[in-house]
Structures are given as C-alpha cells and as structure tokens.
T-cell receptor, first 112, second 118 residues
Framework: LAKTTQPISMDSYEGQEVNITCSHN???????ITWYQQFPSQGPRFIIQ???TKVTNEVASLFIPADRKSSTLSLPRVSLSDTAVYYC?????????????FGKGTKLSVKP | GAVVSQHPSWVICKSGTSVKIECRSL??????MFWYRQFPKQSLMLMAT?????????EQGVEKDKFLINHASLTLSTLTVTSAHPEDSSFYIC??????????????FGSGTQLSVL
C-alpha cells in the first residue's frame, strides 16, 4: 500500500515554474504514478502519468528518480487558472484493495 | 481523453427522501466505476467500487444499505442515497477507469454532484 506525502500548500506567481514533489517510499514494482488536478466543485482531472524517468505532455512534466520513491510534477509558466489542488496517486487503481488512496493533495495558489 | 458524465450537478432534497446520482462513461466501456464523497476543503474519500453485473464493494464504514449502488451496464452506474439526512450533504464524485487491462490505467472523473439535504 503506497502512501503519498505532498506539501499541503504552495504559492506562486504568474509566469513562474512550479514544482510539486510527492513522496511515495513504499511504491511497488507495478505501481504507476499519476497526478490529478481538481478545481473547486469539480471532479479531478488527469494531468500526467509515469513509471520512471521523465514524462512530458502539453501541460506538465513528471520527473521520477531511479528509486521511484518520489516524483515531481512540474508546471511551466503557471497562470491564475492553474490555481487548484493537485493530487499524487500511486497504485494500480484497485480501490477496494486500498491501492488507490487520495492524500490531502497540494493546494497551489497562483497570484498575479 | 475519455468522458464521464455525472448527473445531476447539484440537488437539494428534504430529509428522509432518496436521491439518485447517475454516472455514465460516454465513449468507453467501464466495467469498474468508483464513488467518492468529498467534504469542503478535504480530500476525496472512496466510498465503494462498482462492478458491472455484480455487487458493489464498499469501503469500511460506508453503509451499503444507505448508499445503494447499481452498475447494470458497462456505461452506467448509479448511487442512490436513501433516506437522506443533513449529515449526508456532501460532494459526490464518480470515476471510471479505462479498460485496457494494463498497469498504466487512468481514472476519468465525473463533474461531481453537490447534495444538500435540508
């Protein structure tokens, strides 16, 4: 059962790069790392997923070191609309077996 | 990406009545769907796993007789909050996973339902 630990909150300014790190010391061999974004009163939205090294898509990059015990979500040049809660999940998405647990997430506040 | 539609977006009901929330996967088949509840400024809490054609699996502490889940087809799961009370007021969210059967499965979430019980 991979538990994740993230900072509770982060502040940034528009145009800056934001890096949110998630610790998952007990990650299993078959686990993937997935990040979701949630705006108030909305369901979470998939951002990015990775297994090792680096993954990049049109909205973010995900850096995973060789030991996979942590991961870093990188948001380039954030804007006000990136203000949201970001969740790091680790597992194979079998909820009833406890592999999919939402931690407290990181509340990112982007200021003008 | 895949789309999950959840209805209604919000509902207000009187105490003692039942409320049904629908969750549909619009462009993919979902043999498994999940139901969560979320209180203000808190994280999502998994309530149950909904399996098509079989009984749902409830997390510890979730009353299965109060939160009825039906997953009659590969694209529809419903959550019925029976005899709702004010303490059931919460934000309910469903999700479905793609069915690729690979380790890198992803979850796709509905837009949520805000339930207010008077």
């Amino acid at each position: 059962l991979a538990k994740t630990t993230q900072p509770i909150s982060m502040d940034s300014y528009e145009g800056q790069e934001v890096n949110i790190t998630c610790s998952h010391n007990n990650i299993a061999t078959n686990d993937y790392i997935t990040w979701y974004q949630q705006f108030p009163s909305q369901g979470p939205r998939f951002i990015i997923q990775g297994y090792k090294t680096k993954v990049t898509n049109e909205v973010a990059s995900l850096f995973i070191p060789a030991d996979r015990k942590s991961s870093t979500l990188s948001l380039p040049r954030v804007s006000l609309s990136d203000t949201a809660v970001y969740y790091c999940l680790v597992g194979d998405i079998v909820g009833s077996q406890g592999n999919l647990i939402f931690g407290k997430g990181t509340k990112l506040s982007v200021k003008p | 990406g895949a789309v999950v539609s959840q209805h209604p977006s919000w509902v207000i009901c009187k105490s003692g009545t039942s409320v049904k929330i629908e969750c549909r996967s619009l462009d993919f088949q979902a043999t498994t769907m999940f139901w969560y509840r979320q209180f203000p400024k808190q994280s999502l809490m998994l309530m149950a796993t909904s399996n098509e054609g079989s009984k749902a699996t409830y997390e510890q502490g979730v009353e299965k007789d109060k939160f009825l889940i039906n997953h009659a087809s590969l694209t529809l799961s419903t959550l019925t909050v029976t005899s709702a009370h004010p303490e059931d007021s919460s934000f309910y969210i469903c999700s479905a996973r793609d069915n690729l059967g690979q380790g890198n499965e992803k979850l796709f979430f509905g837009s949520g339902t805000q339930l207010s019980v008077l």
